[in-house]
């Protein structure tokens, strides 16, 4: 059943079109009323001015790494700037993301395009509104509310969950944190690769690797009554670029997902996994559709049209495995 646009997105549209100004960024917005002005720092004196900032050919840290040559460890030294996060020389708290972009003149065509996007992106913006961890929230809220994913009192398990945008959704979805007395208590557990900050309500098991099979022991222990209503999917590996070998890889993944399903999903539970489009997607439909009742493909706003990334909503699990074999 195909659900009405959700209210969120046009909420979404609306806010960032005209009425509530979404800050371009946080730490580039103005402070609240009666707020303390943040310190500047005091102006050098123009003896001791730096150079001009000559930023690494970089973006995303790439030049944090250059091996800097003796001339510029020497006159370029930067100055110590405590608790602030640094992208070449720009400290990211002084100047806001967006300056410290510009001053990346050197990035490449790519970089500077993906940058560009991302701080057009109504998504991007309306994460920071909304405190999500990442715009990817958007995905699941639509997904969700378009085709009722998750309820008070579900078990989920949130694979590739970091940095923990889709944990935030599932833990209100399911009442995790417990913040409706009047509906039953869900369980969200989430597994990543990398480190995923505590969020109330969540627990998290990470670093932990899908295709560890430990992982899946500690993952049985975790969830109560050893078994998850909803497995969801939002991993991605790293991206070579070379588009064939990251979606074999992906479509990989998810099938590591389904082979461990019958010990970790309840009969009559739902699997949602993101994919990229390519010459594999059919192995997992198969699959898919062999275990499940009901399987379609879906492609939420969230998702750039320009992506090959679409998610499969696997729904009514058929096969589980009896205890003695888990
Ligand atoms: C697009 S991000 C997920 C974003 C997340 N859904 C959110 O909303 O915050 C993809 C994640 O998949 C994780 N990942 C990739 N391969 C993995 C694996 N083998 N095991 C566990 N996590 C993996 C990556 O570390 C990455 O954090």
């Known amino acids: 059943m195909l659900l009405p646009l959700p209210s969120f997105l046009s909420e979404i549209k609306n806010t960032l079109k005209g009425g509530r100004q979404a800050p371009a960024c946080p730490v580039a917005a103005a402070p609240a009323p009666g707020a303390r002005p943040l310190p500047r720092p005091a102006p050098r004196s123009p003896a001791r001015a730096p150079r001009a900032f000559k930023p690494a050919r970089c973006f995303r840290g790439r030049g944090l790494r250059r091996k800097r040559s003796r001339h510029f460890r020497r006159r370029e030294r930067p100055a110590p700037m405590a608790g602030c996060c640094r992208l070449g020389r720009a400290s990211l708290p002084r100047r806001g993301l967006h300056t410290a972009a510009r001053l990346c003149k050197a990035r490449s065509g790519a970089e500077h395009q993906w940058l560009t996007r991302h701080l057009k992106d109504p998504f991007v913006k309306a994460a920071r509104v909304e405190s999500y961890r990442c715009r990817s929230a958007f995905k699941l809220l639509e997904l969700d509310a378009r085709h009722r994913i998750l309820r008070p009192g579900l078990r989920v398990l949130d694979c590739g969950a970091a940095p923990g945008a889709w944990s935030q959704v599932a833990v209100r979805r399911v009442n995790a944190a417990g ?16 480190h995923i900050a505590p969020l109330g309500g969540a627990t998290f098991l990470c670093p932990a690797d899908v295709a560890d099979p430990g992982t899946w022991q500690r993952v049985r222990e975790l969830l109560p009554g050893g078994r998850a209503d909803v497995i969801l999917s ?30 970790v999903l309840s009969p009559g539970g739902t699997f949602l996994c993101k994919t990229w489009a390519g010459s594999l997607s059919h192995r997992l439909q198969k699959r898919l559709t062999e275990e499940f009742q009901g399987t379609r493909t879906l492609k939420p706003e969230a998702s750039r049209k320009e992506s090959s990334e679409v998610y499969l909503l696997a729904t009514q699990y058929r096969r589980a495995a009896g205890p003695g074999r888990a």
């Open 179 to 194: 913040a409706d007395p009047s509906s039953p208590v869900g369980f969200v557990l989430g597994l990543d690769l990398l």
């Open 234 to 263: 939002d991993m991605a590996p790293n991206a070579t670029g070379i588009r064939g070998l990251d979606h074999d890889q992906l479509i990989g993944l998810c099938l590591s997902l389904l082979d461990v399903a019958p010990h």
